[in-house]
């Protein structure tokens, strides 16, 4: 090889090294930003942020342990097998792409490449409730680093049949609030048995891990972090009634501090009212004709089946299952067993991230079909939460140390069409925000920088034409369209600029 050669091979290396391997700002910040910061900022959940360059860097290559492990995203269904609303994971190529900057040396890069930090709404994010029902005293969770599951009475309060297009959960403290399900009643006796619940301890509600210890089977909604608010299809949804109430299990993570919560549920209404009221059909230890025992250092399965007399609607399935739990399958078969409707796989079940998963669309399930569902425990050493050392035979039962065997599936009577019907009509609305701007979208919930505000002619746009006002330069073009406040000089005042004026003359607190 000749000098000229090597010369060329020497500085060609680096330069394709550059050209690979991925910065922070242009490549990594979109990833974590769309898949991590929901839960790992200031005020959520995690236990650390992930957002500035500083923070995702000094977490490296844990970061990729984590991720290559599945363990984050945090999400237990196998998006291979069916999709939910609000599923997270990281593609191949995403992974990649992390796994890359950790080994290319975390480059930061270019400042200006980084998208942004999202916008993330500590309140609702479909609009304004017409009803918000609210824990009704706080509740104080203490600093014993020790989980707490507790079942809290609200009462709806409605005075008449009311129907229910969507229901938004709001953690009020996100330091500790881990997971809830909520049911509804309005059998008076059921009331009774949990008000007998909630009076004999003295804190609000009353503790409940796996059960809510009176027989309340309508599911009403669920929560976990970062999953969506319930929606419902348009002519469809939940009916509550007066004297009914919701049951709150709420999920309280382990703590070093007291802290307090007094969690709140949006509840949107419609005034038309609506046939197709969504049911709950339960799946149990009655589905299946052996005794739902688990002996010990084992694993076992139960394989529970109903029959679909009609044809039905499915829109959400919920499995649960305690601390033995291993995994979920769950799938209808034709009664020529010649075809199989996937509705959710669970490989590895985590208690903490179990929640009610809502299909993309409508599932449609044949009259005729079967329902399946196995669920598996490992009730050995090998299960790092089996609550038994050494292990012990369990069986159904609301604590810790009882299992359960449940598929709660929420559907209605089928109509042709149902399985195109979307959940658009409650998505988060971007656009103008500020009353006074001309083009107020009073609909709109995200503000997207849109925003014209009178105070400057748009005439003036028109006189001097767009092409030549950008070139004037801003203060030229300020002057020109009269405009004191435009600061990029588009002609325009809009949100952009308000922004551009805090960044020239606004204070930065510490
Ligand atoms: C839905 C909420 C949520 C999302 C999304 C999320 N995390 Fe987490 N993360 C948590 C919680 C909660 C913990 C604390 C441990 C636990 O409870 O599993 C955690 C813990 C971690 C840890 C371990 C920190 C420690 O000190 O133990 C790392 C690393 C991590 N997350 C990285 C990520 C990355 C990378 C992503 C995106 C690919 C991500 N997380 C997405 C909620 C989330």
Redesign the pocket.
Known sequence: MNRLGLLILITAIPFDFVAQTPTFHEDVAP??FG??S???HEGA????N?ITYNEVAM?GS??V???QSG????WISDHNYTHFRGE?F?TESEKQV?VDWVDGGKLEGDLASNPGVPYFPTGSVIGIPDLVLSMVEPFEHSDDYEDQYQIFLIPTGVTETTYVTAIEVIPNNMAIAHHSIIRYTHDPAVIAEAQALDAATPEPGYPGFGGFGVSIDEGFSGW???SPPTEYPEGMGKIIEPGSYLLVQMHY?PSTSVHSDQTSINIFTTDIPFTRELSTATMSPYNFSEPFYIPANQIVDFHAIIDIPIDLTILSVTPHMHLLGKSWLVYATSANNEDTIPIISIPEWDF?WQGKFTFTSPMHVPAGYKIHAIGEYDNTVDNPNNPNSPPQWLTWGEATTDEMFVVFLEYTVYQPGDENLTYTNYSVTDGCTYSAAVNYNPEAITDDGSCVFDECDLQSEFDIGFNTGYDLGFAAAQAAAGCPGDFDGDLMITTLDLLDFLTLYGTQCE
């Open positions: 990833i974590i898949q991590c929901s839960c790992h959940l995690a236990p650390m992930l977490y844990y970061i342990e984590v991720i363990d984050m995203p945090p997270r990281l992390l976990v972090p970062g993570g903490d």
